[in-house]
């Protein structure tokens, strides 16, 4: 998509906002997203590894997203310093523009460094719990075999299956 079709959205931001989300990129992501997984249990931990695996894929997926419209505003900005300040009247809207473009682009890359912390913790856990990165993940296939129903049974094999699973129930 060229840059010129390309939808970069205004973000409601200012300096307290963007040191908001310095302060919480900063977190311990590791010691919070470790919290989710009981390492304890085999089960737990091997059904946590869909749930990372799916944290990371998000949080770089958004990092790539961030870090675009961050250099987008970066690069609005460098092109209003060389091109537009050239011009002595005007003087007091370009310094709007290059404030907003100054904050959007901050706040862009906050965001863009806040989930880059995330998906390295979320790599860090993936790799100390699983032996591997998120990205080797194998995802698994859906069978293309046939599945047999009650309606492939014969009236014996129904009645085999209920008795043992009576017995093995009690009930």
Same mark, same amino acid.
């Given at each position: ?5 390309? /939808?970069?959205?205004? +973000? ?29 249990? /085999? @089960? ?7 749930? %990372?695996?799916? @944290?990371?894929?998000? $949080? ?15 690069? *609005? ?8 300040? $050239?011009? $002595?009247?005007?003087?007091? @809207? ?6 907003? *473009? +100054? ?5 862009? /890359? ?14 860090? +856990?993936?790799?100390? %719990? ?10 698994? /296939? ?21 008795? *043992? ?7």
């Amino acid at each position: 998509m060229s840059d010129m079709n390309r /939808k970069i959205y205004i +973000l409601p931001t200012n300096e307290p906002e963007i040191d908001a989300l310095k302060v919480v990129g900063n977190q311990d992501w590791f010691q919070i997203i470790g919290c989710f997984v009981d390492e304890t249990s /085999k @089960i737990d931990k091997n059904y946590s590894q869909i749930m %990372l695996w799916q @944290i990371w894929n998000s $949080a770089e997926n958004s990092v790539r997203s961030f870090q675009s419209n961050a250099d987008h505003y970066k690069k *609005m900005y460098e092109d209003s310093l060389i091109y537009q300040r $050239a011009s $002595a009247s005007g003087r007091e @809207i370009d310094e709007q523009n290059d404030d907003f *473009m +100054l904050k959007q682009g901050k706040t862009w /890359k906050a965001l863009c460094d806040k989930y880059k912390s995330i998906s390295d913790a979320v790599v860090q +856990l993936y790799e100390q %719990l699983y032996d591997m990165h998120p990205k080797d993940r194998k995802m698994t /296939k859906q069978s293309k075999g046939t599945v047999r129903t009650i309606k492939d049974m014969t009236p014996k094999e129904i009645e085999q299956t209920k008795e *043992m699973s009576a017995q093995a129930f009690g009930y």
